[in-house]
């Protein structure tokens, strides 16, 4: 579009020129013609400057418009981009997150169920022995100790119980509170000072 504005004026220029040279006199000898002929070119091509300067202006003030705009819709997307490969990121981080906690949660469920059977089979091995205890003594004729047996072997088996129960309660809260740990309080004793000698 400003090219042919260009074009346009050269080509304006050279008309007025030719036209100014036609009607001039054959022969320009006197200062008289020259100045005829001089100063109306000299206004033409002034004018013709600073048509071509404001053209060059905004041809200028229009490309750098264009660039911001290019600039600034390029930024866009690749703040966009990088938004969106951040929050993939995130995402991602955030599922890898849970996966390791619940594979850890399981593992912690299954070792605390393998120690549990194995300190239930420890405890019912003690309990059956000592109530094999108690049988020897009752068959042997011993009453009163093989009662006490029992009744020994009855209280350990059930205080073994109500531990386990209670144990399982306080899981059961914390697992309910969000696992939050206790946290041991230690008692500051203040050192009395020593009578100075």
Known sequence: ??????????????????????ISPATPTTLESFIRLGVPMFFISLMVVFWFSSLVSNAKKDAIEKLKNEFYTEKEKIRASAQKAQD??????????EEIHIKAQREIAKEARATSAKANFKVGASFAGVLGVGVLFVFAQMLTVGLLTFATAGGALGGYFYRGKRIANKEERNRLLGNIDAIDVKVIENKQDKPLS
């Open 88 to 97: 993939q990121l995130k995402d991602k981080v955030q599922k890898e997150k």
């Open 1 to 22: 579009m400003y090219l042919i504005k260009f074009i346009f004026g050269i080509i304006l220029i050279q008309i007025s020129t030719v036209s100014l040279i036609i």
